[in-house]
């Protein structure tokens, strides 16, 4: 995998460049982004917030990505923020810190291409973030979330992770810190499967390999329709679903999936839902 180190330094800036906290390669238009910091747990940083970031833009930028999976390596997903790097810092430090790690999310949850976390082992604070940032997760068994900021003497995790699990679920996770296991993530949402250890990393190409076969266009668009939709009413959703339609017509590639349909073969029964489509 390729290393991406740190870029925003200013120019002219006498200090070493930051040790690469996250891989990335891509290959027959599959993305596949690593946490590599495994000697801290994957535990995020200053520059892991900004190799992330940088990482996430390019990738939403280079039209030959189709899919992202996005994993790490050690034995835990990510530990959570490193509060470490903050010994000795002032609050107007730790703030830009945060407003980093935001732009962090922002960036994995804006990508055009559809994002899957494949998760496993502990999965703590910031890297709760990163997962809910996805579009979607799957997590080896025995992955345990926990959420435990305000134990650590800050907010966090307070966003995202009750737009996915309900706002009083996500209270009693936050005001507690208890552990979540893989199969109560699954029962909230959290993660959409939850599969053998041994099996993390095919279960993720299987699906990368799967999403990757769909026009690329259409499943921007779908993803920007879900995103957009889930933040207004169903009418305006409606609207927002039928103007990605009219760019996918205006595009024309749409012939493509039929004529794709129709070569399946005769004898193929199309379902209610492809008569209606």
């Keep these: 995998m390729t290393d991406v180190t740190d870029v925003t330094e200013p120019a002219g800036t006498t200090e070493p460049a930051d040790p690469p906290r996250v891989r990335c390669a891509v290959a027959d238009g599959i993305a596949r982004v690593e946490l590599a910091r495994p000697r801290a747990r994957n535990a995020v ?12 833009e390019e990738l939403d930028a280079d039209d030959s990505v189709r899919v992202v999976l996005l994993s790490a390596q050690g034995p835990a ?18 703030r830009r810190r945060r407003v980093a790690s935001f732009a962090a999310y922002d960036a994995i949850e804006r990508c055009r291409r559809p994002v899957v976390a494949l998760v496993h082992g502990a999965v703590v604070g ?26 650590w003497g800050t907010v966090g995790a307070t966003q995202r992770l009750q737009r996915v699990i309900g706002r009083r679920r996500a209270k ?39 999403v990757a076969k769909a026009p690329p266009l259409a499943i921007s668009l779908t993803k920007r329709a879900v995103d957009l ?7 305006r959703g409606i609207r927002i679903e039928m103007a990605a339609i009219e760019q996918c017509l205006a595009d024309d590639g749409w012939r493509d999936g039929v004529d794709r349909f129709t070569r399946r073969g005769a004898g193929h029964a199309p379902s209610t839902d492809e008569e209606r489509r």
Excluded: N
Aim: include cysteine; charge should be negative.
């Design 45 to 56: 940083d200053l520059p892991m917030c900004r190799q992330l970031r940088t990482v996430f």
């Design 77 to 94: 997903f990510c530990a959570g923020a490193d509060l470490k790097e903050r010994a000795g810092r002032d609050a107007a430090w730790v």
């Design 126 to 151: 910031s890297g709760g973030e990163i997962t809910l940032a996805a579009d979607f997760a799957v997590a080896a068994e025995g992955t345990t979330f926990r959420f435990p900021e305000p134990h």
């Design 172 to 210: 009693e996770l936050l005001f507690t810190g208890r552990p979540m296991a893989a199969a109560e993530a699954l029962h909230w949402g959290v993660v959409s499967q939850v599969v053998p250890e041994e099996e993390l990393a095919r279960t993720g190409a299987e699906i990368a390999a799967t």
């Design 229 to 235: 939709g889930g933040e207004t009413d169903l009418d």
